[in-house]
């Protein structure tokens, strides 16, 4: 997952999200519990990705959220993901966003789901014929 530097809020993001990572691309293990640490920061940071709403609100929680940061001493990383970029994006911000930030994992899960040289079926079809032999 990468922020896109065509991205309108793409300097907004960098600058008030990561700015202490020089990196914007982000590597997940992806689980089936969504109660997961792992699950919970991947959807946060895909929230930050997709985000396009509007500038002040993007602006405005990211002040929020590192004066509350600050003041806890809470700006230790989980996994590269500032603590206060997390906190902003952990829940969705609206609907609309959020609608936003499922179209994004959808487009990068068939990009990557492109990439191989078998379908889902013709897998399932290989794995059958290794069972009956």
């Known amino acids: 997952m990468d922020l896109d530097e065509k991205d309108k809020f793409y300097s907004v993001k960098k600058a008030n ?7 914007t691309y ?10 997961d640490e792992g699950m919970n920061e991947f959807l946060a ?13 993007l602006i405005e929680a990211s002040k929020q959220a ?9 700006e230790t990383d989980a996994d590269g993901l500032p603590e206060y ?3 902003v ?3 969705p911000h609206d609907l609309k ?6 179209k994004y994992i959808k487009a990068k899960l068939e990009d990557a789901l492109s990439k191989y040289p078998t379908t889902l ?7 059958h014929e290794d069972d009956e032999e």
């Not at 982000?26 to 109660?35: A, S």
């Not at 966003?97 to 499922?102: A, I, M, N």
């Open 17 to 23: 999200f990561l700015d202490t990572d020089p990196v």
């Open 26 to 35: 982000k590597e997940y293990k992806l689980v089936q519990d969504f109660e």
């Open 45 to 57: 940071y895909c929230r930050l990705i997709a985000f396009n709403g509007e500038s002040h609100d």
């Open 66 to 74: 590192l004066d509350h940061a600050t003041d806890t001493a809470e």
């Open 85 to 87: 970029a997390y906190n």
């Open 89 to 91: 994006f952990k829940e």
């Open 97 to 102: 966003s959020e609608v936003d930030s499922w």
């Open 121 to 127: 079926t013709d897998d399932l079809y290989l794995l």
